[in-house]
């Protein structure tokens, strides 16, 4: 049995977290398994169902106390960080020579240097752990010579995408591709929201930070508007609009509920209530077809074999589309790229009419692509 720890989590409000650490479980069972979590209260709320142990990794410091002293004293001969490794003491002093440390957020290293995880990872290395970077994606505009830093010295890194593994194994020999672990999730099955049948909606998810990244303010909510407007003018279909992260800071149910509320009299948009990833994936999975923003949003419709069609604006969309299909084009809209209101009606147009393709290319990877996954549970035994 291993001691293993994952970080840094910010709550499993954010479902993407969440399936991580459920997968992650699942596929390391066996071993003693520590969640240090920002917000554990979410997680106790969410992840009642499965044995994990859950803490928080900070806490502010006892004035006076013996350790507050000693890290003043130690700041005062040179150690900058002695304050911030007091912080994080209730993770670090819990962590010992042998331990595995799972960098469990896929996307720290997408958005510039994270001066934390350079702080918890120099200390977890000077203690003696095994480090590893666990499913992430990588954007190279924002790698700096700090990040290759970090990057170089840990033990194993696994790319969840190939566009991101091409940069990594350069940065990192101890490189591995492998699915994101969320793969795996299994739906829980249970009866759909009443109104709702089996293949008759399409499941759209839209997100805050999808809004952040548009060149032209209000673009995003226009295409979501024009797509719903065809969809419902064109088609039969009843549109679930589904949440995928509800942090307050980033709560997808605000832009949804916009949606909701420009075409509820139509009777046949249907705005979907929070729920752990298990339930949500289970309504994901019945969709006919999927437009997402969140990336494990959307992992839940490509592993429930639904057509999906991505807003995507990083590597991981393009990286994970090209991998399965062979190319994002057609698969991802670049959020960055919109111009036109009438750019991701026009995309799920092409999805639509390409339905058995998608299918077809289903078949043929997706169970494959899926068992790769599980190959995941024998690659920390080597470390």
């Known amino acids: 049995m291993k001691r293993i720890h994952m970080y840094p989590h910010g709550g499993s409000g954010n479902h993407g977290c969440e399936a991580i650490v459920r997968t992650s479980v699942e596929l390391l069972s066996g071993n003693e398994i520590t969640l240090y979590s920002e917000n554990p209260e979410q ?85 003696g752990c095994k480090t590893v970077l666990w499913g992430c994606s990588i954007e190279p505009e924002n790698i700096s010579d700090k ?25 990192n020999k101890n490189t591995l591709l492998f699915p994101d672990p969320a793969f795996i999730l299994k739906k829980r099955e249970k009866d759909l929201p009443d109104g709702l049948q089996p293949k008759k909606y399409i499941g759209i998810n839209v997100s805050p930070l999808i809004q952040s990244n548009e060149q032209e303010n209000g673009i995003v909510f226009d295409n979501y508007c024009e797509l719903m407007e065809y969809i419902l003018l064109s088609s039969d279909d009843k549109i679930a609009l589904i949440p995928h992260v509800v942090w307050q800071h980033n709560d997808d149910r605000e832009p949804l509920k916009l949606l909701y509320d420009r075409f509820s009299e139509s009777g046949r948009v249907f705005l979907i209530e929070d729920q752990n990833c298990m339930s949500l994936k289970n309504i994901i999975a019945n969709s006919e077809y999927f437009i997402g923003a969140r990336t494990h949003s959307t992992i839940a419709a490509y592993s429930s074999k639904v057509p999906t069609l991505v807003m995507g604006y990083s590597n991981k969309a393009k990286g ?16 960055q790229s919109i111009t036109k209101k009438n750019e991701l009606k026009d995309a799920y147009e092409w999805l639509v009419e390409h339905k058995d393709e998608v299918l077809n290319i289903y078949d043929q990877k997706m169970d494959e692509y899926i068992n790769r996954a599980y190959r995941l549970r024998g690659i920390l035994d080597k470390l």
């Open 147 to 171: 990040m290759k830093e970090d990057l170089f010295k840990y033990d194993l890194i696994i790319a969840r995408e190939s566009i991101s593994y091409e940069i990594l194994k350069i940065i």
């Open 43 to 127: 997680d106790f709320f969410y992840l009642k169902d499965i044995e994990l142990n859950i803490k928080k990794p900070s806490a502010q410091a006892v004035r006076f106390s013996f350790k507050y002293v000693k890290s003043r004293l130690s700041g005062f001969l040179g150690n900058k960080s002695a304050l911030d490794e007091l912080y994080f003491d209730p993770f670090l002093s819990n962590c010992k020579k042998g331990d595995i440390l799972l960098s469990i957020g896929g996307d720290n290293y997408c958005y510039g240097d994270n001066e934390y995880i350079y702080l918890v990872n120099r200390c977890l290395r000077k203690k």
């Open 320 to 335: 994970i589309a090209k991998d399965l299909f062979g190319t994002y084009e057609n698969f991802v809209l670049p959020v």
